[in-house]
C-alpha cells in the first residue's frame, strides 16, 4: 500500500444545507427542495468557501498525486472552483456520494417524528449505526462501499490523494482507518462535526493511519470565507442532535 497521506475535504455549503436549516428552524416537517438530492448546488456562501479551499490548496498541490470525488453535483462544484485552471485529472467515484435515506429523505426531525414514527422508533432500537431507513443506507452500508473504495485507492501507484464527498463519508473513512468501533465511532461523530469546506488529515506511519487535523477549517477564516454549521452537522457536544436523521450532508 503506498498511500501514506489522505486529504478528505466535504463539499462547501450546498443549497440544501440552507433550506434544511430554514425548516428546522421554522419547524416545518419536510425541506421544501424540489431538486434531486446528486443535483444539489453550492449556496453563495459555499462557493466562496471552494474558493478559500483553493487558496489552502494552491499550498499543496505539488504533493498530492491523485483527486476524487463524489458524484454529486455540490462536491463536484466544490473541487472545480478549488483547482481552478488546473487541469488535474479528477476520478468521479459513485461509492463517495452521500448517504441515502429512502423514505425518511426530505423530512425534518419534526417530519420523521410525525409521519413514521414507526421508524423513530426502530432507529432508536437499532442505533445510529444499523438503522437502515426503508429505500435508503444505514451507516454500516456506507461504511462497506467505502471499504471497497479504499481497496481500490490503495492499490494505486499514488503516494497522496484528496477525495472531496460529504459530511458521513469523511467520518466513516476516517473511522474505518482509524479502526473504530461503534460506540467509539458514534461518540467521536456526535463531537466532531464535519463543517462545510473543511480538511481532515490523515498519514500513514507505517503502521497505523495519524488523524493530525479533523474538520479543520482555518482556511476559511483565513480568507474571510463563513464557517457554516447546518443539521447533520450538529454544534460539538450536542448527543441528541448528533442523533437527528435531518438532512446529513446534502
Do not use: C
Request: glycine share 8%; proline share 6%; charged share 30%.
Amino acid at each position: 500500500m503506498p498511500m501514506k497521506t489522505l486529504w478528505l475535504v466535504r463539499h462547501g455549503e450546498s443549497v440544501g444545507n440552507v433550506a434544511a436549516t430554514r425548516a428546522e428552524r421554522e419547524g416545518l416537517e419536510r425541506i421544501p427542495l424540489d431538486i434531486r438530492d446528486s443535483d444539489v448546488p453550492l449556496s453563495p456562501t459555499g462557493r466562496e468557501q471552494a474558493a478559500a479551499l483553493g487558496e489552502w490548496l494552491d499550498e499543496r498541490r505539488a504533493g498530492i498525486g491523485a483527486y476524487w470525488v463524489s458524484p454529486y453535483l455540490r462536491a463536484r462544484e466544490t473541487l472545480a472552483i478549488a483547482l481552478g485552471d488546473d487541469p488535474a485529472v479528477t476520478v468521479v467515484d459513485e461509492r463517495l456520494r452521500d448517504r441515502e435515506l429512502g423514505i425518511l429523505d426530505l423530512l425534518t426531525t419534526r417530519g420523521v417524528a410525525r409521519l413514521h414514527p414507526e421508524e423513530a422508533e426502530r432507529r432508536r432500537h437499532l442505533g445510529k449505526f444499523y438503522h437502515r431507513p426503508p429505500g435508503g443506507e444505514s451507516w454500516a452500508d456506507v461504511a462497506l462501499r467505502l471499504r471497497s473504495f479504499l481497496g481500490d485507492l490503495f492499490a494505486r501507484p499514488e503516494e497522496s490523494a484528496l477525495i472531496v464527498a460529504h459530511d458521513a463519508v469523511v467520518t466513516l473513512i476516517a473511522s474505518l482507518l482509524r479502526g473504530l468501533e461503534e460506540q467509539e465511532l458514534l461518540q467521536f461523530a456526535a463531537s466532531n462535526p464535519v463543517l462545510n469546506a473543511s480538511v481532515t488529515h490523515l498519514e500513514f506511519t507505517g503502521e497505523e493511519w495519524d488523524m493530525p487535523a479533523f474538520s479543520d477549517v482555518r482556511h476559511l477564516r483565513d480568507e474571510g470565507a463563513s464557517v457554516t454549521v447546518h443539521p447533520g452537522t450538529p454544534e460539538v457536544g450536542d448527543p441528541e442532535n448528533a442523533e437527528a436523521e435531518t438532512e446529513p450532508g446534502r
